[in-house]
T-cell receptor, first 111, second 113 residues
Framework: GQQVMQIPQYQHVQEGEDFTTYCNSS?????IQWYKQRPGGHPVFLIQ?????EVKKQKRLTFQFGEAKKNSSLHITATQTTDVGTYFC???????????FGTGTQLKVEL | SAVISQKPSRDICQRGTSLTIQCQVD?????MFWYRQQPGQSLTLIAT?????????ESGFVIDKFPISRPNLTFSTLTVSNMSPEDSSIYLC??????????FGQGTRLTVV
């Protein structure tokens, strides 16, 4: 079945440093979504990418979808303590509107 | 968007018992999804629940262990049956509303002792 891996698993940064998480799927995706889960919370939708090579920005966050639609990345510029949480990518294309969630990257930001 | 009310938010249960988790959505949705998230792990899809038909289970999950009801377009339940400590996890319901983004309930944190 479809597998979606993320690296790194954990990342500790100093506030103000940049952060990137990478997402790789074993199969071609129809779309990729990104979610953020704060400690003790539930996943919250950030963005969806659909087109090959697509790049979208939300303030300090930049999302990319690979040309082959099998990988994606999320880059955060100048991290803040409010960025703390686990970031999941989720791939569509598994059939029936199902999402396959990536393994997640836990981000910790230190002052 | 969609607002999802999930309950209970947490429970501690004895092994061998069953727990039913409820998920209420503030709008009608075709598909509802049930996920399990073990501590520090990703989300694993248990099943997809459509109104008026039996739920579709993912590999590794069976109806006898996780029966699901979907009586109408705004409500669903997931039962965790004959629980063991390995069932300790967070259970999340999810829906898509309009667009492709998924909305999640607050989750049910289950501990089996």
């Amino acid at each position: 079945g479809q597998q979606v891996m993320q690296i790194p698993q954990y990342q500790h940064v100093q506030e103000g440093e940049d952060f990137t998480t990478y997402c790789n799927s074993s199969t071609t995706l129809s779309n990729i979504q990104w979610y953020k889960q704060r400690p003790g919370g539930h996943p919250v939708f950030l963005i969806q990418l659909v087109k090959s090579g697509e790049v979208k920005k939300q303030k300090r966050l930049t999302f990319q979808f690979g040309e082959a639609k099998k990988n994606s990345s999320l880059h955060i510029t100048a991290t803040q303590t409010t960025d703390v949480g686990t970031y999941f990518c989720a791939g569509g294309g598994g059939g029936g509107n199902k999402l396959t969630f990536g393994t997640g990257t836990q981000l910790k930001v230190e002052l | 968007s969609a607002v999802i009310s999930q309950k209970p938010s947490r429970d501690i249960c004895q092994r061998g018992t069953s727990l039913t988790i409820q998920c209420q959505v503030d709008s009608q949705v075709t598909m509802m999804f049930w996920y399990r998230q073990q501590p520090g792990q990703s989300l694993t899809l248990i099943a997809t629940a459509n109104q008026g038909s039996e739920a579709t289970y993912e590999s590794g999950f069976v109806i006898d262990k996780f029966p699901i009801s979907r009586p109408n377009l705004t409500f669903s339940t997931l039962t965790v049956s004959n629980m063991s400590p390995e069932d300790s996890s967070i259970y999340l319901c999810s829906v898509e509303a309009g667009g492709a983004e998924a909305f999640f309930g607050q989750g049910t944190r289950l501990t089996v002792v």
